[in-house]
């Protein structure tokens, strides 16, 4: 009985496990199956890897091979398991020695010809492989900038199955065919986001700036309601340079996903906040994840630690809207399906921005505004109350009506370097404060804590909106929150009244 072993590590979701794959070489007619759980990628190994054997020397045995994914009872996807299981084969029929893949885990999809390609998610994979200490690893060659990123690992990259049969002490022969390194480089190099603009760029809108960097200051959702070319989507792209730069274990988290969604060598290891920007024709599973099998993830989940930016948000379609409730919640998004349960992280600022009304004109004396009244309504009803009273800051922006030019007598707009130093200050401001809760921003505080830190005077404020009905209880707690933020921003140790009055008026602008 002859039987091969190479460990690989699957994926669901973010959550690595290792996979323990044998060969078993048997007499029978010739029949290779492949059996644990695979999907159709991985059922179609078969014949890639089959073919990449046989293209690397190697003499296909003409019997009946079996691989085995263990464990069985966890589903396996994608194509990333190739190369062990060329490895597992060739380790059962003598090709390799049997044990010198031992504690060793082989990544990598094989084409027909024997090439090593790429594959999505090596990051997360390798800080589990080092959680669980194992230290040696071979991957495809074009993933080699990936692996830069993680120190204390011994690994190997091969460009072909050849390759690792010479690297396990085995013989082969092959060639790499014409174009194989272009191709390689083409799938590792995905398009690079041009670097977002600077806040100072922005003509005007000195209040919308300031309650952007409120924001930024305490983790608080926003809403923009203004008309076209008002600046809104300028403004929302420069938000995460005045965001808190990412700190180490955050920026493997970002990383983490996009080497999953396989953009990661576009980025490489950032410490600015991601911003995703989903059209308002985008389909639910676009947004929050989806896709049959296991589900991938969606724009929330590419936005984690980052920005969110819906624009013309009464466009998106109600039910995309309210999958967002849950998330703005819990900070997680929980995509079930037939195989199984996949959770992702979703802990994102949202900034939504919206026109008035359809024409976008209802502003001001409405003069120009060509909407029936009930257009307008059905318009901006899209934005529900649950998920209103789920965003802190609502504010409208109004048109520009004055361009100072060169040598004019405006003032300077302030830039992102300097909002981002006044953002940094508060943060840390409430780190020290929640040190014990270990909460990061005041947008985390709860509702407990708040009724019994903040002052009386402030709380006498907030009860008098809600006898009037202005706020909700929900809508109480994120006031306070927002009054909390002004409060660091302004060197404050504890919000007052007119931080309060400040909190309550972000919270009621919009209607």
Not at 76 to 101: E, F, N, Q, T, Y
Not at 238 to 267: F, K
Not at 302 to 329: I, K, W, Y
Request: net charge neutral; hydrophobic share 40%; aromatic share 6%.
């Amino acid at each position: 009985m002859a039987i091969g072993s190479a460990l690989s590590v699957g994926l669901l979701g973010l959550k690595a496990f290792i996979v323990q794959i044998q060969a078993f070489i048997s007499p029978g007619l010739p029949y290779f199956s492949v059996i644990g759980l695979p999907d159709t990628s991985l059922s179609e190994s078969r014949e890639r890897v089959k073919s990449a054997c046989q293209a690397s020397g190697f003499h296909w045995p003409e019997t009946r091979v079996t691989v085995n994914l263990s464990p069985a009872s966890m589903p396996k996807h994608g194509s990333s398991h190739d190369l062990a299981i060329a490895a597992s084969v060739l380790s059962a029929s003598g090709a390799i020695p049997h044990d010198c893949l031992a504690e060793t885990i082989v990544l990598g999809e094989v084409n027909l010809d024997g090439t090593v390609l790429p594959i999505h998610g090596l990051l997360p994979i390798l800080l589990h492989a080092r959680e669980r200490g194992v230290r040696r690893l071979v991957v495809p060659k074009a993933n080699e900038d990936e692996v830069a990123l993680i120190d204390g690992l011994e690994v190997t990259c091969v460009r072909h199955v050849g390759e690792l049969i010479e690297l396990m002490g085995g013989r082969a022969r092959y060639e790499l065919p014409d174009g194989a390194a272009a191709a390689e480089t083409a799938r590792a190099e995905p398009f690079t986001p041009p670097p977002a603009g600077d806040m100072s760029e922005v003509v005007g809108q000195r209040m919308t700036k300031w309650a952007l960097k409120v924001a930024a200051a305490g983790g608080h959702h926003l809403l923009m309601t203004g008309p076209p070319g008002s600046g809104k989507t300028m403004l929302a792209s420069r938000m995460p340079g005045i965001m808190c730069p990412l700190n180490a274990t955050e920026q493997l988290e970002v990383a983490s996903i996009r080497s999953l969604c396989g953009v990661l060598p576009g980025y490489g290891i950032s410490d600015v906040p991601p911003f995703e920007a989903p059209h308002h024709t985008s389909s639910t599973a676009a947004l929050v994840g989806g896709g049959s099998g296991i589900a991938t993830p969606g724009a929330i989940t590419r936005a984690h630690r980052g920005v969110l930016f819906m624009d013309e948000a009464p466009e998106f379609a109600s039910r995309t809207l309210q999958t967002l409730r849950e998330p703005l919640e819990s900070g997680y998004v929980a995509l079930s399906r037939s195989k199984g349960s996949t959770y992702y992280p979703a802990r994102f600022q949202l900034v939504m921005a919206a026109n008035p009304c359809p024409c976008g004109f209802a502003y001001g004396n409405g003069e120009r505004c060509t909407c029936r009244e009930r257009d307008r309504v059905r318009y901006f009803s899209r934005l529900s109350g649950p998920i209103l009273d789920r965003i802190d800051i609502q504010v409208e922006v109004p048109p520009v009506e004055r361009i100072v030019g060169r040598g004019g007598d405006g003032e300077a707009g302030e830039t992102s370097r300097d909002m981002r130093r006044s953002v940094v200050l508060a943060r840390l401001t409430a780190r020290e404060r929640f040190a014990r809760q270990g909460w990061s921003c005041n947008a985390q505080a709860s509702g407990e804590w708040l009724h019994a830190h903040t002052s009386a005077k402030a709380l006498a404020l907030v009860n008098r909106a809600l006898e009037s009905q202005r706020l909700s209880l929900r809508g109480a707690d994120r006031a306070m929150r927002l009054a909390w933020t002004l409060s660091d921003l302004a060197g404050r140790t504890s919000p007052g009244y007119e931080e309060m009055n400040q909190g309550i008026m972000l919270r009621t602008r919009v209607s």
